[in-house]
């Protein structure tokens, strides 16, 4: 009987929440297609416009997760209390916390999406997605300083118009200056392209212009071999915001700049944003649940819908706040991560436990 009764509940919830993804995903995307079509170009075309929208999808239904899953929530439930079926359950017996249970198995498989999104598909995507359009906007053209990412090793300075996942530079610029600050060479490079085994970059179609002492001489190379530090995953850290990178990357950079004296509260933010994803989702599906128990239970379906609204850009403008603000007064990233969660989760279960 509670399986079959768990499958019923489980099941309305899960299409809820799908559905609800959807929309939110859909009208963020038409957003970002209206958004990116003042960037139509020559080169940069409205079908690639689309392609650039539908590979920043993965990222768009990460982030939507948590909010699709509190309306989804109010709705699936709200169809169910609207039915008299939670009444029924009540009466039979099914205490609000069985109900929970029962509500959480769906929201589940959403959260373990949510997290193989986050850390295997939106880092790759989502420079992916930022290359292709730079690279379409742009390419092998001559340095654009007003963009692309900017690099210092040493007494080189170095500039790339694209930086594509794996290893692949577009229009890559350096400088070399000498202990003096005067300059000794300047090159550019169409591609350059990294040989992992043997760590180190290969330049393409190279123009290289050398300053000697009363004169310039100037050389072109087919190709040519860049030994560096830098590698495609510090670029990755540079190229994306810290909210883009995966678990594991966010990890190892903390530590670097530890050890490097360098301030990571911003990074530490992020960090733990993504560590308790999971707990994000479950405090708002709970919030959810307990406003179909309590305030909500006898509201119509758009209202719930709007509440679920309401609740969802409130706990991320929360969010949102909390986390500069630890930068700013130096208290633990965890604690600004922690307390809207917690917030909800003790609403919740007040709420709840009024209810039953």
């Known amino acids: 009987m509670m399986s079959r009764l768990s499958w019923h509940v489980g099941t309305t919830v899960f299409a809820a929440i799908a559905v609800a993804l959807i929309v939110l995903v859909g009208l963020d995307a038409v957003g970002a297609i209206i958004d990116q079509s003042g960037d139509v170009a020559r080169n940069y075309l409205f079908t690639d416009v689309l392609i650039y929208v539908c590979t920043l999808l993965p990222s768009r239904i990460y982030e939507y997760i948590p909010f699709a899953s509190l309306i989804g929530c109010l709705i699936g439930l709200g169809l169910l209390a609207g039915n008299s079926e939670v009444i029924v359950m009540r009466a039979a017996g099914v205490s609000p916390l069985r109900i929970v249970g029962f509500v959480l198995k ?4 959403f959260i373990v999406l949510a997290m193989t999104i986050g850390e295997y598909f939106s880092p790759y995507l989502d420079q992916l997605a930022e290359g292709r359009r730079e690279y ?37 610029t ?26 180190y970059w290969i330049e393409e179609n190279v123009s290289v212009t050398r300053f000697l002492e009363n004169r310039t001489e100037k050389d072109k190379l087919l190709t040519r071999r860049w030994e560096s530090e830098l590698t495609p995953d510090v670029l990755t850290l540079n190229i994306l915001p810290a909210e883009s990178l995966s678990i594991e990357s966010l990890y190892n950079y903390i530590r670097f700049l530890d050890l490097q004296n360098i301030e990571t509260a911003s990074y530490e933010v992020a960090f733990w944003r993504k560590v308790l994803q999971p707990l994000v989702i479950i405090g708002l599906v709970l919030l959810g649940i307990s406003f179909v128990f309590g305030p909500l239970r006898d509201s119509t379906m758009g209202f719930r819908i709007f509440i679920g609204v309401v609740v969802g850009i409130s706990f991320r403008i929360f969010q949102d706040m909390l986390g500069p603000l ?6 633990p990233p965890l604690l600004a991560v922690l307390a809207p969660i917690l917030f909800c989760v003790l609403v919740g279960l007040y709420l709840l436990r009024r209810s039953g």
Not at 326 to 331: A, L
């Open 106 to 109: 769906p929201v589940l498989v």
């Open 136 to 172: 379409l906007r742009k390419g092998e053209s001559a340095q654009d300083s007003a963009s692309g990412l900017w690099n210092r090793e040493g007494n080189q300075f170095m500039h790339f118009n694209v930086v594509f996942p794996g290893g692949v530079l577009y229009g890559v």
């Open 174 to 199: 350096r400088y070399q200056f000498n202990d003096d600050r005067q300059i000794e060479e300047a090159s550019f490079a169409s591609r350059a392209t990294f040989n992992a085994s043997e760590r």
């Open 326 to 331: 630890s930068v700013v007064f130096q208290f």
